[in-house]
T-cell receptor
Framework: KAGVTQTPRYLIKTRGQQVTLSCSPI?????VSWYQQTPGQGLQFLFE???????NKGNFPGRFSGRQFSNSRSEMNVSTLELGDSALYLC?????????????FGPGTRLTVL | KQEVTQIPAALSVPEGENLVLNCSFT??????LQWFRQDPGKGLTSLLL?????REQTSGRLNASLDKSSGRSTLYIAASQPGDSATYLC?????????????FGQGTILTVHP
């Protein structure tokens, strides 16, 4: 069974640009969550999607947005990039996201903003 | 607001030692607690998931315990090996409407030297 996949693995952007990251969950998983990991703040929750609906959102500015498609694949978008957005972005999938379920993480996308 | 703390922040041990990593959380109303391993620059690998109704879980040389009343979880690693060197993270899940949201500790960096 294939794990969670994320593309691209590495990105370099400049301030002011926008970026789109993609996450494909484990087959059959319908919940996808996104996290930002930085050395200073650790792992912080961005948002969660289930059946194309955002059910939960963390404390991030509106520049961070996401969506989920009917096949459960998810994308997150960051507009007007800032230097502080440089981070490892991780997505996780689970069956439904609210039961006593294990979450499985992808390898992450390393975003560098210059 | 749930806060998760991990002690120690770093640990260096010789190969073969048994060791304990500690995780504490402020809100005992958790649904489950999950332990992860992260290798440098990589995603998270799930190690053990403990449901709120359980006291412990075991997988190979790993044993995790959960004491909700005291707000603590421990990860016990038996007969440590150099390949165990990584960052270990614990994460609490509140359940309910906190869809998909794990609250992470800052991690314990483990180094096992030959």
């Amino acid at each position: 069974k294939a794990g969670v996949t994320q593309t691209p693995r590495y990105l370099i952007k400049t301030r002011g640009q926008q970026v789109t990251l993609s996450c494909s969950p484990i087959s059959g998983h319908r919940s996808v969550s996104w996290y930002q990991q930085t050395p200073g703040q650790g792992l912080q929750f961005l948002f969660e999607y289930f059946s194309e609906t955002q059910r939960n959102k963390g404390n991030f500015p509106g520049r961070f947005s996401g969506r989920q498609f009917s096949n459960s694949r998810s994308e997150m978008n960051v507009s007007t990039l800032e230097l502080g957005d440089s981070a490892l972005y991780l997505c996780a999938s689970s069956l439904a996201g609210y039961l006593s379920e294990e979450q499985f993480f992808g390898p992450g996308t390393r975003l560098t903003v210059l | 607001k749930q806060e998760v703390t991990q002690i120690p922040a770093a640990l260096s041990v010789p190969e073969g030692e048994n060791l304990v990593l500690n995780c504490s959380f402020t809100d005992s109303a958790i649904y489950n607690l999950q332990w992860f391993r992260q290798d440098p620059g990589k995603g998270l690998t799930s190690l053990l998931l403990i449901q709120s109704s359980q006291r412990e879980q075991t997988s190979g040389r790993l044993n995790a315990s959960l004491d909700k009343s005291s707000g603590r979880s421990t990860l016990y690693i038996a007969a440590s090996q150099p390949g165990d060197s990584a960052t270990y993270l614990c994460a609490a899940y509140a359940g309910g409407t906190s869809y998909g949201k794990l609250t992470f500790g800052q991690g314990t960096i483990l180094t096992v030297h030959p």
